[in-house]
């Protein structure tokens, strides 16, 4: 059982930026890929970046590629989302996810491939 805790999110003006984090009980963090998805109002939830197990592999969506920067430490137990760069329509529940992975390279895209899920934090950006 793995349970996560997102935190960082709030409200900021377009251009600003946020860090939030993914904090992860249990000591098999190193075994799962890890996932920011979101939630906009009225809108599915959507792919955002993952990162593989070993933090060797990335994947970012297209939308946040080149302002958004996932990191993690499996000694902390904790991912990371850096997002630069905040547009109006970044606004969005972010919700961080967990898969386990028998592979060191997986970056999952799908959330149904996710095993856990955080309660997710809000971020707001203002134009």
């Known amino acids: 059982q793995v349970q996560l805790v997102e935190s960082g999110g709030g409200l900021v003006q377009a251009g600003g930026s946020l860090r939030l984090s993914c904090a992860a009980s249990?000591?098999?963090?190193?075994?799962?890929?890890m996932g920011w998805f979101r939630q906009a109002p009225g809108k599915e939830r959507e792919f955002v970046v993952a990162?593989?197990?070993?933090?060797?592999?990335?994947v970012y969506a297209g939308s946040v590629k080149g302002r958004f920067t996932i990191s993690r430490d499996n000694a902390k137990n904790t991912v990371y989302l850096q997002m630069n760069s905040l547009k109006p329509q970044d606004t969005a529940v972010y919700y961080c996810a967990a898969a386990y992975s028998g592979s060191y390279s997986d970056t999952p895209t799908s959330g149904v491939v996710y095993d856990y899920w955080g309660q997710g934090t809000q971020v707001t950006v203002s134009s």
């Open positions: 990162i593989s197990r070993g933090g060797g592999d990335i």
């Open positions: 249990g000591r098999t963090f190193s075994r799962y890929a």
